[in-house]
């Protein structure tokens, strides 16, 4: 494995992670974690085994089905760290593009025991978001023409958050908050602690006056409240669709914005949208997408 800085990716790399507005060190850090993880009991015995040092290939990523791209250069990154300048890498496809079955998103030349080597967390990282990408574009499709936006939630895999949410955006999906500092969610525990909502919002606005602050709501007399403690946004949690109406009505002339969440399904989603809430939250776009398949091909092996 390349022994280079964990911020040396090759400059041209370095600058399509950095425009889809992930940090390149941060890609790197996932990256080398999961890379220790396939070699934490040694090199690759198989590969090493099997194939002779001086071989060279060249390898294509591949979609085996149609989907949404998340993380090309991502997995490019993975074979960066492998093999370094040894490598060749051609990206064919944009993240948030459509891929093709059969048609290769991404293609590698170089020594063939590094593109082995390379090949599982490369793929494990692109198949991965481009199933979050492909999840996300099911749900912005099936309420286009409401209004209303896909978010997503922090029901995220530990350590791969960024990763997640940036898959989220390929996908056509917006991102909730990043962590618990970057905007206030005041959740039924809170509101049990404070002492109810208007208290709990009180609470937050003087903690931490400069905070987007939202509320969680059970009930219609608790979308009131919310309503009256001035928050800028609700979340209406497990709410029906007569009582998300309800809910918008009540919520609307004071300007404030709703999120419905809780119980969402992908062939309801459209009715739930329809009501008029700002948002449908959902935590099945990153704990719950399949993979999207993808296999590595070798070719022009010598």
């Not at 280079?4 to 790197?28: C, K, M, N, Q």
């Not at 001086?54 to 993380?71: K, M």
């Not at 403690?229 to 669709?241: C, P, R, S």
């Not at 704990?287 to 070798?298: E, K, N, R, W, Y």
Request: proline share 4%; with cysteine; aromatic share 2%.
């Amino acid at each position: 494995m390349n022994s280079t800085d964990l911020s040396a990716l090759r400059a041209d790399l370095a600058a399509a992670i950095t425009a889809t507005g992930l940090d390149p060190a941060e890609v790197v850090a996932v990256v080398r974690r999961a890379l220790k993880e396939d070699l934490a009991f040694g090199p690759d015995v198989t590969t090493l085994s099997t194939v002779a040092p001086t071989a060279r290939a060249t390898g294509d990523v591949i979609p085996r089905s149609a989907g949404v791209l998340a993380g090309v250069p991502i997995a490019a990154a993975v074979f960066d760290l492998v093999g370094g300048s040894a490598i060749d890498l051609v990206l064919h496809v944009a993240d948030g593009s459509s891929a093709d079955a059969g048609r290769p998103v991404l293609t590698a030349t170089g020594p063939t025991q590094s593109l082995l080597t390379a090949e599982r967390t490369a793929l494990n990282l692109i198949g991965h978001l481009s199933g979050i990408a492909t999840t996300t574009r099911r749900w912005v499709d099936a309420i286009a023409g409401t209004g209303a936006a896909i978010r997503d939630t922090r029901k995220t895999t530990p350590g791969l958050r960024a990763l997640e949410k940036y898959a989220v955006r390929c996908g056509g999906g917006q991102n909730h908050r990043m962590a618990l500092g970057d905007a206030a969610l005041v959740k039924d525990n809170h509101i049990a602690a404070a002492g109810g909502i208007t208290a709990a919002v009180d609470a937050v606005r003087a903690a931490a006056p400069g905070v987007p602050l939202e509320a969680e709501c059970d009930t219609l007399d608790q979308v009131c409240e919310a309503v009256d403690a001035g928050v800028a946004l609700v979340l209406l949690d497990n709410f029906g669709l007569d009582e998300t109406a309800a809910a918008v009505a009540l919520a609307r002339p004071a300007g404030v914005r709703l999120e419905a969440s809780g119980g969402l399904t992908l062939s309801r989603a459209y009715e739930v949208a329809a009501t008029g809430v700002d948002y449908l939250a959902v935590g099945a776009l990153t704990h719950s997408a399949p993979v999207l398949d993808l296999g590595f091909d070798l070719r022009d092996t010598h």
